[in-house]
């Protein structure tokens, strides 16, 4: 009986183990597919916002071109070239930006004292964490004082460690205040004791630019020696135009917001374009190149450098300065990769990769252990790369969506080896279940990423139609992804993402016209024809930033003259193929009261995509894998 029992027992906890192995073994795997739907969703982010980039690229070229092509048209008025690229000297006088500027008895908003103190640190904090807006004079003063300071200062900023004096270092911000809250609550204000870097883009895509500005500002002004600026890719007048920065200026200064990005243009250009600590790490924001020569950016006028988007042809030194302005193109825009050697940022358009021999060869010839450098978003909020001596940090969490990656910062001091600390502003979403989160961040991907589909709507329409010699509106599963790719140019999984885009039959062929069922671009103006409506959706971005460019007079009106011959360089430049009598037909449409102007701002913002049925879809029913 007793050795009955026991078996009896034995099988019992034999077969119990093996169902908790089962059901752990599942747990792991659903874990996988649900971690994998999040990578997957995050590519598509990543690889829509490098496209982007490039058309950044393509939009600065296209204003040297714009130059050499507009002059004719409007040439008293325009401002474009003075206003974008000539600002070479620091002609803006203080007497008119700040002491002309009276703070009214009525501002109950932070009151900043100069010389600033740790007070007004915490005051700018309590204030912004309230929400409230710093007063127009006091950012202006801010802004010159931080640049009379930064004009004292090198190139790259040297800093020494030691076991009771650790340096932080933060990666991007992008306007994202509640992080940089986050990052002071768990690893204490910067101060002689707690010295920090901010290794750039502390602004655009989030809406509190300039409170983060401000705050690492003001504590620069208090902390000269403690805390470290390095210069961004988005410090940068260009990209603001594009990654919001300069909308919400504008919108929060009405009065005086030009001012402050005048001041701000300046500002930019004198940042140092990184750090070195205890001569055995370099700081900077991008990467390198085969051809980065420390001891010329030690001796470069980092301040002719106004926008690394833009050609330095705006001084007489034009062989050197565009060298210059090339090496530090290299350190703002270039990322890391696994392969060998040294080509373009494709995905970017600017910069270049460099593989893990590159690496080696620049750190051995400066003597140095290790590059730390940001300009990537992390899921996990950075990543070891080449063997340990490339770190990428980002401090930025829930970039791209709630929940989609964590933030991070660094903590280093001589002889030992780098600490990581992690964190996530913990939002309602945050809470949720892996699987609702990873549900968000997917939803939030495909939808942009159809948006982009819809937007090449007649270029994927006619590339399908080129494959499918049957005329039978079917594709194989690997035609369609050719002509995704070779249209959209993502570099994505598209046989992976099909099932979320696309309606496949039975034997596995896509219907290709599915790509585009359930979303279309809402058009104004319905006599336009849908490949211009197409276009205009595309390059609205762009579009927007030329017009408001030559709107010089910030009336939000430009002349039916200045559309036309815009447009047709626009379109000459970005090689459109767009018949001029569309574009003519649509601007007489859009002159709505005949008087000879265009609200083109209005015009462009009526264009946007419309997702049926959005609201029907449940976690279940989207899956990547």
């Not at 908790?20 to 982010?45: D, E, M, P, S, V």
């Not at 690229?85 to 008119?96: A, F, Y």
């Not at 590339?463 to 690997?478: I, M, P, T, V, W």
């Not at 767009?578 to 015009?603: P, R, T, Y």
């Amino acid at each position: 009986m007793g050795c009955s029992s026991s078996s009896t027992k034995t099988r019992k906890s034999e077969t119990s183990l093996k169902a908790a192995l089962i059901i752990q073994n599942w747990f792991r795997g659903y874990k996988a597919r649900l971690k994998a739907r999040q990578h997957y969703a995050l590519t598509i982010f990543q690889s829509i916002e490098y496209a982007d980039e490039q058309g950044q690229m393509q939009l600065s070229s296209f204003f040297s071109f714009m130059f050499e092509n507009y002059a004719h048209v409007h040439k008293e008025e325009l401002e474009l070239r003075h206003q974008f690229l000539e600002s070479e000297q620091d002609t803006w006088d203080r007497h008119d930006y700040v002491d002309l500027i009276d703070v009214p008895d009525s501002y109950n908003g932070p009151r900043l004292q100069f010389p600033l103190t740790c007070t007004d640190i915490d005051l700018l904090l309590e204030a912004f964490k309230e929400q409230q807006v710093l007063h127009a004079h006091y950012v202006l003063e801010v802004l010159f004082e931080t640049k009379k300071v930064l004009k004292q200062m090198p190139n790259f900023t040297h800093v020494q460690t030691s076991p009771s004096k650790e340096l932080t270092i933060c990666g991007d911000l992008h306007g994202k205040l509640d992080d940089l809250f986050m990052i002071f609550y768990k690893n204490g204000l910067p101060s002689e004791s707690n010295p920090y870097v901010f290794n750039g883009d502390f602004v655009d895509r989030g809406q509190y630019s300039i409170e983060i500005l401000m705050i690492l500002c003001v504590s620069f002004l208090v902390y000269p020696n403690d805390l470290h600026l390095n210069r961004g890719n988005h410090e940068d007048f260009m990209m603001n135009l594009r990654y919001g920065f300069t909308k919400e200026i504008l919108h929060k200064y009405k009065l005086h917001g030009k001012k402050i990005l005048q001041i701000l243009e300046e500002l930019y250009a004198w940042l140092p374009i990184g750090t070195i600590v205890d001569n055995e790490i370099l700081v900077i924001h991008g990467g390198i190149s085969e051809t980065t020569d420390l001891n010329l950016l030690h001796r470069v006028e980092r301040n002719k450098v106004r926008s690394n988007l833009s050609p330095p042809f705006q001084t007489s030194r034009v062989t050197d300065t565009g060298s210059e302005h090339s090496k530090i193109i290299d350190i703002l825009w270039s990322d890391p990769r696994g392969k060998n050697g040294c080509f373009p940022n494709t995905g970017r358009g600017g910069g270049c990769y460099f593989g893990p021999d590159v690496t080696s060869k620049i750190l051995n010839k400066y003597q140095l252990k290790m590059l730390i450098r940001s300009h990537e978003c992390k899921p996990e909020g950075y990543e070891i790369c080449h063997d340990g001596k490339v770190v990428t940090i980002f401090s930025a969490s829930n970039y791209y969506e709630e929940g989609s990656n964590r933030g991070a910062y660094i903590k280093l001091c001589s002889g030992t080896a780098p600490r990581f600390f992690q964190y996530q502003v913990t939002k309602a979403t945050c809470f949720q279940p892996l699987r609702q989160r990873v549900y968000t961040v997917e939803s939030s991907a495909l939808k942009i990423l159809k948006e982009r589909m819809i937007s090449r709507k007649s270029d994927l329409t006619h590339a399908f139609q080129l494959q499918d010699h049957r005329k039978s509106g079917k594709l194989s599963l690997s035609q369609w992804a050719f002509c995704m790719e070779k249209i959209l140019g993502l570099n994505l999984p598209w046989r992976t993402l099909s099932s979320n885009l696309v309606n496949i039959d039975k034997n596995g062929n896509v219907e290709y016209m599915s790509s585009f069922q359930n979303i279309h671009i809402e058009k104004p103006v319905q006599e336009a024809h849908s490949t211009l409506v197409e276009t205009l959706y595309r390059y609205r971005s762009d579009l927007e930033i030329i017009f408001n460019a030559i709107d010089t007079d910030h009336s939000g009106l430009i002349s039916m003259e200045e559309f036309r011959a815009t447009w047709k360089l626009f379109s000459s430049h970005y090689n459109v193929l767009i018949d001029d009598s569309q574009v003519n037909k649509l601007a007489n449409i859009m002159d709505l009261n005949k008087d000879g102007s265009i609200d083109f701002n209005e015009f462009l913002k009526a264009f946007y995509v419309v997702h049926r049925y959005e609201g029907l879809m449940r976690p279940d029913v989207t899956n990547l894998v």
